[in-house]
């Protein structure tokens, strides 16, 4: 479906408040909900969407981080950790989406391997409860969590999420409350998303097709991200936990499904034609065993008429 530059920003700021409104309390942007929203309402380009993702997060979580910071929230340390490994991974990631997976049906497979994970983990996992005394958080260590990073920063940078949709529900499954690791990971999705949209900014120089963000969607859907993110962490207090974390895991789950769902109709149409073709153009074995074939039969043929013409004569 094609909208113009006005029914994309009608659109795309409704879609992208409510989006980011659910998915800020949890410490994700939002980002992860969008691929599906891009290629089936916007009709972004497949190799644009997640350059365009990246933008959404650039415009996006400033609204949140703002928020946090007012209400005493920074990211601290872990910020620091997170933004290390992820700004490497998301620019490695970046150029292996515009050089090895710039296939539509691989890249549905990507998506749905990345959400569905992290969608369980989201739904199936429970942090303390607020009431219970708050019981020492498992410590990750720094070296394990650097790595954890620059892989995820990596899938980030192939997805468009810039990595803390990924890293913050592990780090809340270690025993951490949303509250520390909202602002964290939302620090690490700004600048690593920042990084992604330059590098594909530089990637779009030379490489052909929509590789560079589509800039009037991205900065639409940023809008819509900037109010909801400010108003998602504005309520984070309010909201509880695990209802924060239950209603975006389903979501997401819903989302990585229809996409493997989407993929698996496309391998089947693939094979079909496959088998179409094999069945028009037979193998080259098949075709020199019936020309041998014909050979052996045309003297077996020539020694059955001479026999007929002789019977013929003598009767």
């Known amino acids: 479906m094609c909208w113009g530059a006005g029914w994309t920003a009608i659109v795309a700021l409704p879609a992208a408040y409510l989006i980011a ?14 691929p599906p929203f ?16 990246l933008l959404y997060n ?3 979580t400033p609204g949140a981080l703002y928020r946090y910071w007012r209400q005493g929230q920074t990211g601290g340390r872990p910020a620091l950790v997170l933004i290390a490994g992820t700004l490497p991974g998301v620019i490695a990631g970046s150029v292996i989406r515009v050089e090895l997976l710039p296939g539509e049906d691989v890249f549905d497979i990507v998506v749905a391997v990345v959400l569905i994970p992290l969608g369980c983990w989201l739904a ?6 607020a009431d219970m005394p708050a019981r020492p958080a498992r410590v990750i260590p720094v070296p394990v969590l650097l790595v954890l990073a620059v892989v995820v920063g990596c899938v980030g940078g192939i997805y468009g999420i810039g990595g803390g949709a990924i890293l913050a529900p592990v780090l809340i499954g270690s025993g951490q409350r949303a509250s520390v690791v909202a602002p964290a990971a939302l ?27 589509d800039w009037p969607t991205g900065l639409a859907l940023g809008a819509g991200g900037l109010a909801g993110g400010y108003t998602g962490a504005r309520i984070q207090s309010r909201m509880p936990d695990v209802l924060i974390r239950r209603l975006v895991g389903i979501l997401v789950i819903a989302i990585g499904a229809g996409y493997l769902w989407s993929a698996g109709i496309l391998c089947g149409y693939r094979l079909a034609a496959l088998r179409q073709r094999r069945d028009a153009f037979p193998a080259p074995g098949r075709v020199i065993s019936g020309q041998v074939g014909k050979l052996i039969d045309q003297p077996r043929r020539g020694q059955d008429l001479e026999q007929a013409l002789h019977f013929a004569a003598a009767e």
Do not use: K, W
Not at 25 to 32: L, Q
Not at 188 to 203: I, N, P, R, Y
């Open 58 to 60: 650039v415009v996006a």
């Open 124 to 129: 199936l996992t429970r942090p303390p409860a």
């Open 187 to 213: 620090a690490s999705t700004f600048v690593t998303s920042v990084a992604g949209v330059t590098t594909f900014t530089l990637l779009s120089l030379y490489h052909p097709g929509a590789v560079a963000p």
């Open 38 to 53: 891009q290629a089936g309402v916007l009709g972004t380009p497949s190799l644009a969407i997640t350059p365009t993702n």
């Open 21 to 34: 409104l659910v998915a800020t309390p949890a410490g994700i942007s939002g980002a992860v909900l969008l």
